[in-house]
């Protein structure tokens, strides 16, 4: 994935005389270099303002723009520029002087840094505007600060990737579920990406194409990664060569239709022999979105958070099963088969068990434990007339070896108590389908709601189910318009 540019705005104006606008120049292109982002020529006036914002909406590699007032800049001057604008927005509140010069301070210096007060008249005008924006406070240099920008600079990736993403969906939804359905038209208006559907046939014509040399090396392959069970290498071959074959030729439909995500479903296997499960694993682990039983909306948000995450451990998920241990409650999350090993703790172990459902061969499937450590888990739902995003802060946690579960599997402690978080949930209307993520916070995710213009209910520490309950039913009213 290429890495786009964040552009660097800073705003000014002609009223401190040339010798100013240099340094303000100066001081600006040093902060751009310093958190690696694009800098561009300071502006001064409204039509540069404009031009520059159509510049950012017409350049491709363009993810977002940073806007930064070293000095006053009158805000009127923006509106032409900003109501064109259509890429995520930070507004950073920094100054180029971190201390004040006590014993030298004069009015100079109070011209040349007047962010303080710049900020604020470009802030007020964001408000009238209803500017979706994050907003960034402090010295630049001050890793909370350069924390900041970062996540929001990988949210603005993520989002741009979004508006190329194309979903696949091989076959339709499971039969009768209400969560994994939606409005793929209002998706594509909102968010950018496309869902289209296919049907078996065609990506059993690319299976049929795959040659045995393929799938032989493909095995190899599988040999150096994984733990490989015996009897996939001797009796039961041929059902990994089905896997192999399977992967292939997914991949290859995905290439060449332009694909980042995909969807399968188990209601709608024709002329395969077993569930993709391997293959959807491995192509998760590569970065493509993934939802199972036509779950197109966990697909698309898994390449988000994929490109937002950039490579640290994200996966299809679902909440599968409690520990109700009263001191120690958790859950157990799973799928039939379709876990990303880009969250496996130890070398996957590659095996094959009956499924019961699908009325299949056995399917081969990566066998895996999550590490511990800090997560979060979000489910994008369809409420008719808009989107919601749920985002639940957890703790993975380890836990005693379960030698009988036959899928790869997560354990968390969900925040800020089991109670509270699985009643917020439920109440919210959070699926049992999630992205699953080590790499991406409930922060990046509130961007990204931001951007999209969305609701974003997050359950984590601090929360509390009775204010919950009274947040979702003022964002009712809060987000009809
Ligand atoms: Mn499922």
């Not at 007020?124 to 402090?138: K, T």
């Not at 969900?414 to 790499?439: C, L, M, N, Q």
């Amino acid at each position: 994935m290429p890495t786009p540019e964040i552009w660097f705005l800073t705003g000014s104006q002609h009223l401190y005389g040339p010798e100013t606008l240099r340094q303000v120049a100066a001081n600006s292109t040093e902060i751009a270099a310093s958190l690696g982002v694009t800098f561009k020529p300071v502006l001064t006036d409204s039509d540069a303002i404009r031009a520059i914002c159509l510049d950012a909406n017409a350049d491709p590699n363009c993810a977002g723009v940073i806007l930064w007032m070293h000095t006053f800049s009158p805000a009127k001057m923006w509106i032409g520029g900003l109501t064109q604008l259509k890429k995520p927005v930070l507004h950073l509140h920094t100054q180029f002087n971190r201390d004040l010069p006590w014993s030298s301070i004069d009015m100079d210096f109070m011209n040349l840094n007047q962010a303080a007060h710049g900020d604020r008249e470009a802030g007020h005008l964001h408000v009238r505007l209803g500017l979706a924006r994050a907003i960034a406070v402090g010295h630049w240099s001050n890793p909370r600060v350069r924390d900041r920008i970062e996540r929001w600079a990988r949210v603005a990736y993520g989002w741009q990737a979004l508006q190329a993403t194309k979903i696949c969906r091989f076959g339709d939804n499971m039969r009768q579920v209400s969560v994994t359905e939606g409005d793929k038209v209002s998706a594509e208006m909102k968010f950018g990406f496309s869902v289209n559907g296919f049907g078996l046939g065609d990506l059993v014509a690319v299976m049929n194409d795959v040659s045995e040399s393929e799938v032989s090396s493909l095995i190899q392959e599988y040999d150096e990664l994984y733990d490989i069970a015996d009897e996939l290498r001797n009796d039961r071959r041929s059902s990994l060569e089905d896997a192999a074959r399977q992967e292939i030729a997914i991949r290859r439909f995905l290439e060449a239709g332009g694909f980042t995500g995909f969807t399968t479903t188990f209601e709608d296997l024709h002329g395969l022999n077993q569930l993709p499960g391997l293959a959807c694993q491995r192509l998760m682990a590569d970065g493509y979105g993934f939802g199972a039983e036509g779950d197109w909306k966990t697909a698309a948000l898994l390449r988000f958070m994929k490109v937002v995450a950039n490579g640290e451990g994200t996966s299809f998920m679902e909440d599968y099963t409690y520990h109700l241990d009263p001191d120690r409650p958790l859950v157990l999350g799973a799928h039939m088969l379709e876990i990303c090993p880009s969250i496996a703790n130890n070398r996957p172990r590659m095996e094959i068990h009956p499924l019961g459902i699908g009325g299949k061969a056995d399917p081969v499937r990566l066998v895996f434990d999550a590490p511990p450590g800090p997560a979060i888990n979000a489910s994008l739902i369809d409420l008719g007339h808009r989107f919601r995003l749920i985002v639940s802060e957890v703790d993975a946690v380890d836990v005693p070896a379960m030698p009988k579960l036959p899928v790869a599997r997560a354990v968390w402690k969900v925040k800020p108590d089991f109670e509270s978080g699985i009643a917020g949930w439920i109440r919210a209307g959070g699926a049992h389908h999630t992205v699953f993520s080590y790499g991406v916070t409930a922060a990046d995710l509130r961007d990204f709601a931001e951007i999209a213009g969305i609701e974003c209910v997050v359950i984590g520490e601090g929360t509390r189910y009775d204010d919950l309950v009274n947040e979702l039913r003022w964002n009712e009213v809060a987000f009809r318009a």
